[in-house]
């Protein structure tokens, strides 16, 4: 099977994970990358006010010329399936070139953000759901939602993780040191993230952030440690190794309900303790093989518990990655799982 796969595929990317895994799988994939490369936005890492104005309006620029890449790439390359991932500015009027020119091609949409939400839509996209054969989302409620779109096909898929990736480590004494805490968290600021994190700090604990949008709250408070970078790739995968215990918050203006992270630190075998929602009782067990909370007191009750117990905590990281092996959560099994829906 011949994939024309169009997304991020920036290092860092789930797209790019994915990208990969349809390689291992078999398939042959090529990509047209929908984003600016990493060199160049590295070199301007703030884009344009013209840029961000359009974006904020549901116009996005086609900063690659996604548009008129398209069709030379599928007339060259001759796919069964075209794969959009999360890309917002390819046009309605492309699509309909593309319909007519290779009527036996199928077209998918995959997206992890909730695309019922306008804020994740640009006019582009909302104009081109009903073209698409199916759309795969990671939001279980939007199986519902998204046929008032126009949307004809629609499945839920949970997120996933990458089996040669999202794994446990041995961590040398110096790397423990530059990574290490008792309790941390990876992902960009929000207040509600920020406000769990300084009851604990409050309450004696001491917790490490990484991600961006922390830099104001460096010095909010000593037990704190605000480091306001990021951390990808490997440098993930160490921290996440390197942390006792793990916090993982969901992005409410995605209504998640589960997020990547819920897998991507079991995976790894990170003990993980998570905000209590259906979706996670779900994908683990409450007190086996990952924890929950529901509120600021309970957060810092159990993470004093799991402070004091360690062999609980790495009991329970363990049966959290084997839940993962077993159950199919990696990018492998819930690709096969995607193909079989496109090819039923």
């Given at each position: 099977m011949k994939v024309l796969f169009v997304g991020d595929l920036s290092s860092y990317a789930r797209a790019k994970q994915r990208f990969e895994?349809?390689?291992?799988?078999?398939?042959?994939?090529?990509?047209?990358?929908?984003?600016?490369?990493?060199?160049?936005?590295?070199?301007?890492?703030?884009?344009?006010?013209?840029?961000?104005?359009?974006?904020?309006?549901?116009?996005?620029?086609?900063?690659?010329?996604?548009?008129?890449?398209?069709?030379?790439?599928?007339?060259?390359?001759?796919?069964?399936?075209?794969?959009?991932?999360?890309?917002?500015?390819?046009?309605?009027?492309?699509?309909?070139?593309?319909?007519?020119?290779?009527?036996q091609i199928k077209i998918v949409y995959y997206s992890e953000d909730d695309i019922y939400m306008p804020h994740n839509r640009s006019a582009y996209l909302t104009r081109s759901l009903p073209i698409f054969d199916a759309v795969f989302t990671t939001k279980p409620r939007n199986v519902k939602e998204l046929p008032k779109l126009g949307v004809r096909r629609v499945v839920c898929v949970f997120k996933a993780y990458?089996?040669?990736?999202?794994?446990?480590?041995?961590?040398?004494?110096?790397?423990?040191?530059?990574?290490?805490?008792?309790?941390?968290?990876?992902?960009?600021?929000?207040?509600?993230?920020?406000?769990?994190?300084?009851?604990?700090a409050a309450h004696g604990i001491?917790?490490?952030v990484w991600g961006k949008g922390w830099q104001k709250y460096q010095n909010k408070h000593p037990n704190l440690l605000v480091e306001a970078k990021l951390v990808l790739n490997e440098d993930f995968i160490k921290?996440?190794?390197?942390?006792?215990?793990?916090?993982?918050?969901?992005?409410?203006?995605?209504?998640?309900?589960?997020?990547?992270?819920?897998?991507?630190?079991?995976?790894?075998?990170?003990?993980?303790?998570?905000?209590?929602?259906?979706?996670?009782?779900?994908?683990?067990?409450?007190?086996?093989?990952?924890e929950f909370f529901d509120s600021q007191e309970e957060l810092l009750s159990k993470v004093q518990y799991y402070l004091e117990n360690d062999k609980n905590r790495l009991d329970i990281a363990k049966a959290g990655r084997q839940r993962c092996l077993d159950s199919g959560y990696s990018h492998h099994a819930r690709l096969q799982f995607i193909f079989g829906k496109i090819f039923p």
């Open positions: 895994v349809m390689q291992e799988l078999g398939y042959l994939v090529k990509g047209l990358s929908s984003v600016t490369p990493e060199t160049e936005r590295s070199q301007n890492n703030r884009p344009s006010i013209w840029s961000r104005i359009r974006h904020k309006i549901g116009y996005p620029l086609d900063s690659v010329n996604i548009n008129e890449k398209l069709i030379p790439a599928l007339t060259n390359f001759q796919p069964d399936v075209l794969w959009i991932e999360k890309t917002n500015t390819v046009f309605l009027s492309t699509y309909k070139k593309i319909r007519q020119a290779f009527p990458n089996q040669s990736f999202h794994r446990p480590i041995v961590l040398s004494t110096e790397e423990q040191t530059i990574w290490g805490a008792d309790v941390s968290f990876v992902g960009t600021f929000e207040e509600d993230r920020y406000e769990k994190m300084l009851f604990l001491k917790v490490r921290v996440i190794n390197a942390t006792l215990i793990n916090l993982n918050f969901l992005r409410k203006i995605n209504r998640d309900r589960h997020t990547a992270r819920s897998v991507e630190i079991p995976a790894c075998q990170g003990f993980m303790l998570t905000e209590r929602t259906d979706e996670h009782s779900q994908l683990f067990e409450e007190g086996k093989e990952t």
